[in-house]
């Protein structure tokens, strides 16, 4: 038996495209492991009324160690639509496999690297006196991954005791006379413990990877509590990596800055829904969808996934044109996490070559229209593009 068993997900759509193609490239490096597949996605939203059935979470409670490809999700009229005839109206309600995942296993830490690959045609170039530079992008992002904004509490029309809980507060003064059906709150919640976490691992990755600054993307002068409550929690850590800068910005400017220098920026902290956007931002400047990759991970179980979803408009082309790095760059940061850095460290060379040499790439990298015609305008479909990968190794 090998030494881990890894639970694989595909999921939908491209998900399903973009895995096997990770579990080529894990088998061609070297790496030994057993694979067990689980169920996700909105097939089983449709037949089970669950996107994430019991059966998956009872693997990933036995190995604690998943690759997942993405899902698609629809709207709450969609999901009432497509439920099996004999499941309707029975009271199932859609939830998001991917947030039930990280709660149930309170995959607390999501990490975002985007890093430039020298020689990729989608990296941000910036204008320089007559010319432009290319600036080298090399950031981490640490996102609280279970609380804040995507907490799930919330309400239209809260019940009574909530909106009497509210009414104490002197700012809820001027909605007091909003009609209850008018009224939606969603709250943003943080825990001391969960900042904590989040700013310790930071610390830590930034301390192992010799990142010289630490940056908390929040808005702490006007979400004083919860973003307050963040900055404290980094001011704390950071004592103990004296070598390390702590700054500070907002996420609003943040977004700003980005593109003026994000070659300043290294390991960024931020609460949830910040931290989407900023990570979604800083990939923008780094390949975009088709290199962005991501680990969730909590004390005892690790999920790892690119960050693009199933991209339904191309889940049926065959050959299959999109872009299999994100899904193997997650990969490697599953090989980090079981110690096998050695491994993701030839797997990074080796698209790092393929992308430098620039012969082979993905419709994305050739900024081709995606479709069925990129293939003959000189993209590479899906497999050549792994295939290429895997000869570099
Ligand atoms: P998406 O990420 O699936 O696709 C957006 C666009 O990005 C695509 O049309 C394509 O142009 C490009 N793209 C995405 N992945 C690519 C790849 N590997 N290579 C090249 N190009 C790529 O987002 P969209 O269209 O907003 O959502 C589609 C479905 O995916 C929805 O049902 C949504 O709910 C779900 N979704 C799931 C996520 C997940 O599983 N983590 C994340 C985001 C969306
Ligand atoms: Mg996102």
């Not at 103990?240 to 996420?251: K, Q, V, Y």
Request: some cysteine; hydrophobic content about 40%.
């Amino acid at each position: 038996m090998a030494k881990h068993t890894i639970v694989t997900m595909p999921g939908d759509g491209i998900g399903q495209t973009v895995l096997p193609e990770a579990l080529r490239v894990l088998e061609a490096v070297g790496f030994e492991a057993d694979y067990v597949h689980a169920d996700i996605g909105w097939e089983f939203w449709k037949s089970e009324g669950n996107a994430l059935p019991d059966r998956t979470i009872a693997l990933l409670e036995k190995h604690r160690l998943g690759l997942f490809g993405a899902i698609t999700s629809k709207p709450k009229g969609k999901a009432a639509d497509e439920i099996s005839p004999a499941l309707k109206d029975k009271g199932y309600v859609y939830y998001s496999p991917i947030v039930g995942m990280r709660q149930h296993f309170n995959l607390d830490v999501c990490i975002r690297p985007c890093r430039s690959f020298e020689g990729n045609p989608l990296n941000f170039i910036r204008r320089k006196g007559d010319g432009f530079d290319e600036p080298n992008v090399d950031v981490v992002i640490f996102r609280q991954n279970t609380e804040g904004l995507y907490g799930g509490v919330e309400w239209t029309a809260p019940p009574a005791n909530v909106r009497d809980a509210l009414a104490t507060h002197p700012k809820m003064k001027k909605f007091l006379d909003v009609p209850n059906e008018d009224l939606a709150v969603s709250t943003r919640i943080f825990t001391r413990q969960a900042c904590h976490r989040i700013c310790q691992e930071a610390f830590n990755y930034a301390d192992k990877f010799g990142y010289t600054s630490v940056t908390v993307c929040e808005k702490p002068n006007v979400i004083r509590e919860t973003s307050g409550m963040m900055e404290a929690e980094a001011k704390k850590v950071a004592a103990d990596f004296p070598g390390i800068a702590l700054w500070s910005t907002n996420i609003d400017a943040q977004m700003m800055w980005l593109t003026k220098n994000p070659e300043d920026y290294g390991v960024i902290i931020a609460g949830n829904m910040f931290g989407d956007i900023v990570s979604d931002g800083f990939a923008g400047l780094t390949g975009g969808l088709g290199f962005a990759c991501s680990a969730n991970i909590g004390t005892d179980c690790a999920v790892f996934e690119p960050t693009h979803g199933s991209a339904p408009k191309y889940q049926e082309l065959d050959p299959s044109i999109v872009n299999p790095t994100a899904m193997i760059l997650s990969a490697c940061m599953m090989l980090d996490h079981v110690d096998e850095a050695e491994k993701a460290t030839r797997i990074r060379d080796a698209i790092a070559k393929v992308i430098k040499d620039g012969r082979v790439g993905t419709y994305d990298m050739k900024k081709l229209r995606g479709g069925p015609d990129a293939i003959g305008q000189g993209a590479a479909t899906t497999q050549q593009m792994t295939d290429a990968i895997i000869a570099e190794l």
